[in-house]
C-alpha cells in the first residue's frame, strides 16, 4: 500500500510544482481589465487612451458603498464583477525587496533578493548617484517580483524621520540627523524606486514615512503608541518636515504615511492641518496619505482620542487619510456614514486618490507583461551588477572614524595572520538589519577578511549582549599570536530594533572589557569595527593607546565583510562620513527621549539636538569621516554679496516695517527667488599616494543667532580625485532656501547681513542685502 500511495504521490506532486512554476513564470493574471475578459473590455476605466482622472470618476461610479469600504484598507477585496483582483497595498522596500508586509512572499523563482545596506550606512556615502542607483535596482526587483506574482506594487518606504535622539531603535532605518541630507536621500531614492515618471507613470510607488515627528519607540515606560510629541512649530517647520516635503515636492512620492504618535494633542492621522493642509494642500502631493499599521485603531483603542469607532473613521478620512493599513476603516465606515459623520463622498475622494496611483502603476492597463517592465523577471533579481552595487554601497558607506599612526591600510604581506574576534565578526543576518528581505547571499567579515590573510577566529562573547567573561581567555589567546587583532563588535537588532529603544549609548554587556583585554594581550595593531545602527560612546577605544583605529560599518548589507576587508586591506579608500552625531554616554543622562526641542533650555540645562544646537563634547561630530590620503581645497570662484529683490511693492512695504525693528530679516515670501542661486568653484586636490573620494560638505551660519541653527548642511558633494591630482567641484547654494531660517511661528526669513560659510576646511563670507529692484 505504502508503494501504491507514493506512485501516485510523486506525479501529483511534481504535477502541482509544475503548476506553480508556469504559473509564477508567465505571470500573474492581470490585476484588472484582462483582455479576455469581454465584460470590462468596454469599460472606461480600462480604455487606456483616456486620461486617467476620467478613467477613475468612471470606476467609482461603478462601485457599491459596501465595495468602497473595502478597497479603502491594505488586504483591498476583489469586486468579482467588475474584473478586479484583489489587492495587498503592503510592501516594504527600504534597502532591498523585503519580507516585512504581507504583499512580498519570497520562494520558487523568487528565493531573495538583493539586499542593500541599512540606510543610514548607504546615507554615510553622502552620494545621491548612489541612492538613486539603489533605488533603480530595488525597483527592478520589486518589479521582477510582482510580474512573476510574489510582490505588490507599492512600497513603504523609505523611512525619513530625522534620527533625533541617540536611542531611537530605528534610527538604522533612517538617513540621520540632518535634515537637508535626510531630504535629499529621500528625493534621490524615491526618484529611483517610482522611475523617470514619464507620462505620469510609475515603476513602483514609494512612500515618505512616518509623518511627523515620529522618533521614539518605547523609551522609559514610554511607546509610541502612546506617545504626544510636543513639536513647536519652528522645529516642525526647519527640522521635523523638511525630508517629507523634500520628498513630495522634488522626489514626487507617491505616497506618505502617518505616524502612530500624537503631535501636540492630535494623532497625526486624525489631524487635518497635517495631512489635508500641508501634505496634499501645500506640498501638492499626487498620491495616497496611508495610515501606520492599525494607527487608526491604536488612536481609539490606545490614545482613546474618540468617544466612538465611528468617530475615529470619521476624524481620519475627514483629516486627509486615503488608505488605512488594517482593518479599522472597513470596520467603521460604514457606521460612521450611517451616522453623519461623514458622507460617501468624502470617501470617493480617498478611493480616487489610490484608484489614481494604481492606475499611474499600470494595473488596469491589462496584461503586465504587455507592459513597461513587463519582461522583468526571475533573471532580473540578485543579477551580479545588483549584488556588486550592494558591496559598492557597503565600500562607499564604512566610515573610517581613527587612525593612529596611519596603520590602515594594513598591508596583507606584513600581517600574514590576522585574529578575528567579537560577537559581530562572522554575522550574516545582523549586517542587514531590520526592514530586510532575503539576501542572496552573504559575505561575513570573517569570509571577507579571509579572502586576504590568514585568519584566527574567537567570537570572544557569544552574542552582542556579553553577558559573560568565559570566552574571554581564548580570544586574549588569539590576541597574543596573531599579527594583528580585528575586533567586530556592536549591536543588533537584539539591542536596537523597532519598537526596542536603547538604554544608553555604551557597548553592550562586556563588549568594551573584552575589547580592553584583547588589546593588552595584542602583539600588533588593533582594529576596532563596530557594528551598528546608532552611534555608540567608544571614548574608551579612542583613548586606549594599544587600539590603532575605529571603524564604522554601520550594518553593511549582504556584502558587507567584503567591504570591511577592502578597506583594512586598502583596496577600498574608505570616503564615508558619519550621518548623525555620537554622543558622550553622559549626554543621554540628561536628555528624555521625550523632549522634542531641538534647541537648547539654558533655563534647563536642556543641551539641544545634533550637529545643528547641540554645542557639548561629543566622541565623534556629524560629518566626520578619515581617509587614507589627504585632501586640500582652494575657493576659485566666490561672491562675496548677494542681494534680494521683492517679489512685489506691498511685499517690498512689509519687509521695511519689519526691517525697522531690531532684527533684519526678510520673508522668503517677499522675496523674488527665482535667480537667486549663488555659485562656488572649489578646487580639491589629493596631496596623498592613493586615490581617493572626498565628500565636499557645505555649512552656512546666519548672522545674530536668534533662531538660527549653530550651523546648518546646505549642500554636499562627492568627488573622486586619483592621486596628485585635483578636481572642481561646482557648487550651487540657493539664498531663498539656504541662508534663510525659521522664526519662532514657522515662518522662513532671510537675515540681512553676513553669512558665513564652512566650505570643506575653508571659511568665507558672503553679505546678504535687500534690493531696490521689484521682480514680479
Ligand atoms: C521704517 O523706517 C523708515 C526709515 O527710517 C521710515 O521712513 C518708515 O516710516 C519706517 N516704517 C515703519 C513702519 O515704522
Ligand atoms: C557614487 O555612486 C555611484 C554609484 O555607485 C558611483 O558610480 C560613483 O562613482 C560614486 N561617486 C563617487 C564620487 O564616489
Request: charge should be neutral; include cysteine.
Amino acid at each position: 500500500m505504502g508503494c501504491y500511495k507514493r506512485l501516485i504521490l510523486i506525479p501529483f506532486g511534481l504535477l502541482i510544482f509544475i503548476m506553480v512554476v508556469a504559473l509564477v513564470v508567465e505571470g500573474r493574471v492581470p490585476f484588472a481589465c484582462d483582455p479576455k475578459n469581454g465584460l470590462t473590455r468596454g469599460y472606461i476605466f480600462c480604455n487606456k487612451n483616456v486620461p486617467i482622472h476620467v478613467r477613475v470618476q468612471d470606476l467609482i461610479g461603478r462601485l457599491t458603498l459596501a465595495e468602497k469600504i473595502r478597497l479603502v484598507v491594505n488586504n483591498a477585496i476583489e469586486v468579482q464583477r467588475l474584473g478586479i483582483q484583489g489587492y495587498e497595498w503592503w510592501s516594504e522596500a527600504l534597502h532591498g525587496v523585503s519580507n516585512v508586509g504581507p504583499g512580498t512572499k519570497f520562494g520558487g523563482p523568487f528565493p531573495a533578493a538583493t539586499s542593500f545596506p541599512q540606510v543610514i550606512t548607504t546615507a554615510a556615502s553622502f552620494n545621491q548617484s548612489l541612492w538613486l542607483q539603489i533605488g533603480r535596482v530595488v525597483s527592478d526587483e520589486a518589479r521582477a517580483m510582482y510580474n512573476g506574482g510574489a510582490a505588490g506594487l507599492t512600497y513603504w518606504s523609505p523611512n525619513v524621520n530625522i534620527f533625533r535622539d541617540p536611542r531611537w531603535g530605528r534610527g538604522q532605518e533612517t538617513p540621520g540627523e540632518d535634515p537637508t541630507l535626510a531630504g535629499k536621500y529621500a528625493a534621490n531614492y524615491v526618484q529611483g524606486l517610482q522611475g523617470d515618471g514619464a507620462g505620469n507613470r510609475l515603476k513602483v510607488a514609494a512612500c515618505c514615512k512616518h509623518y511627523t515627528a515620529y522618533d521614539l519607540d518605547n523609551w522609559n515606560g514610554v511607546d509610541r503608541f502612546h506617545f504626544n510629541a510636543k513639536v513647536s512649530k519652528q522645529d516642525l517647520a526647519d527640522t521635523y518636515d523638511i525630508p517629507f516635503k523634500s520628498c513630495v515636492l522634488e522626489g514626487k512620492v507617491a505616497s506618505v504615511m502617518c505616524s502612530y504618535n500624537q503631535v501636540n494633542g492630535k494623532p497625526t492621522c486624525a489631524d487635518p492641518e497635517l495631512l489635508r493642509n500641508t501634505i496634499r494642500g501645500e506640498w501638492r502631493l499626487n498620491g495616497y496619505i496611508v495610515s501606520d499599521c492599525d494607527s487608526v485603531g491604536v488612536f481609539y483603542d490606545n490614545q482613546h482620542y474618540t468617544k466612538t469607532p465611528e468617530e475615529a473613521a470619521a476624524d481620519a478620512i475627514k483629516a486627509g487619510l486615503d488608505l488605512d493599513c488594517g482593518p479599522f476603516l472597513a470596520l467603521h465606515t460604514d457606521g460612521a456614514i450611517k451616522q453623519g459623520l461623514i458622507s460617501e463622498n468624502d470617501l470617493n475622494l480617498a478611493l480616487a486618490n489610490l484608484i489614481t496611483v494604481q492606475m499611474r502603476l499600470g494595473m488596469f492597463d491589462g496584461e503586465p507583461s504587455a507592459q513597461p517592465y513587463g519582461n522583468l523577471g526571475p533573471q532580473d533579481v540578485c543579477t551580479p551588477a545588483h549584488q556588486q552595487l550592494a558591496l559598492e554601497a557597503a565600500r562607499q558607506g564604512i566610515v573610517l572614524l581613527q587612525n593612529k599612526g596611519n596603520t590602515l591600510p594594513l598591508s596583507p604581506t606584513r600581517y600574514r595572520t590576522v585574529g578575528v574576534i567579537g560577537p559581530n565578526s562572522d554575522v550574516t543576518v545582523t549586517m542587514i538589519g531590520n526592514y530586510a528581505g532575503v539576501a542572496c547571499g552573504y559575505t561575513t567579515p570573517l569570509q571577507g577578511i579571509a579572502r586576504y590573510v590568514r585568519t584566527v577566529h574567537q567570537v570572544g562573547c557569544r552574542d552582542v549582549s556579553c553577558g559573560g567573561n568565559q570566552l574571554f581567555g581564548s580570544a586574549e589567546t588569539v590576541a597574543r599570536q596573531a599579527d594583528a587583532i580585528v575586533l567586530v563588535m556592536g549591536l543588533d537588532q537584539s539591542i536596537e530594533a523597532e519598537f526596542r529603544d536603547r538604554d544608553g549609548l555604551l557597548l553592550p554587556g562586556l563588549q568594551q572589557e573584552l575589547v580592553s583585554r584583547v588589546a593588552r594581550a595584542a602583539r600588533g595593531p588593533v582594529i576596532l569595527v563596530i557594528m551598528s545602527g546608532g552611534p555608540i560612546d567608544v571614548t574608551f577605544a579612542k583613548n586606549d593607546p594599544k587600539i590603532s583605529a575605529i571603524l564604522w560599518v554601520g550594518y553593511p548589507g549582504q556584502a558587507g565583510g567584503t567591504a570591511i576587508a577592502d578597506v583594512i586591506f586598502g583596496r577600498t579608500n574608505p570616503g564615508g562620513r558619519l550621518p548623525m552625531t555620537w554622543y558622550p554616554q553622559d549626554y543621554v543622562t540628561k536628555v528624555p527621549m521625550t523632549n522634542m526641542d531641538m534647541r537648547p533650555n539654558p533655563a534647563t540645562g536642556y543641551p539641544g539636538r545634533t550637529y545643528r544646537f547641540y554645542k557639548g563634547p561629543v566622541v565623534f561630530p556629524f560629518g566626520h569621516g578619515l581617509s587614507y590620503t589627504r585632501f586640500t581645497q582652494t575657493l576659485v570662484l566666490a561672491p562675496k554679496q548677494v542681494s534680494i529683490p521683492f517679489a512685489s511693492l506691498q511685499a517690498q512695504a512689509k519687509a521695511q516695517a519689519f526691517t525697522n525693528s531690531s532684527y533684519k530679516a526678510v520673508k522668503v515670501s517677499h522675496a523674488n527667488c527665482d535667480e537667486m542661486e549663488v555659485g562656488f568653484h572649489v578646487d580639491v586636490k589629493n596631496e596623498g599616494s592613493m586615490d581617493g573620494t572626498y565628500t565636499l560638505l557645505i555649512f552656512s551660519k546666519a548672522p545674530h543667532g536668534k533662531w538660527s541653527a549653530l550651523k546648518q548642511l546646505v549642500s554636499f558633494h562627492k568627488t573622486y580625485v586619483p592621486a596628485g591630482s585635483k578636481t572642481r567641484v561646482n557648487a550651487g547654494i540657493h539664498v531663498c532656501n539656504h541662508l534663510s531660517i525659521v522664526d519662532e511661528f514657522g515662518v522662513r526669513r532671510i537675515p540681512i547681513g553676513e553669512h558665513e560659510l564652512q566650505i570643506g576646511d575653508l571659511k568665507h563670507s558672503i553679505f546678504v542685502q535687500t534690493s531696490d529692484q521689484i521682480k514680479h
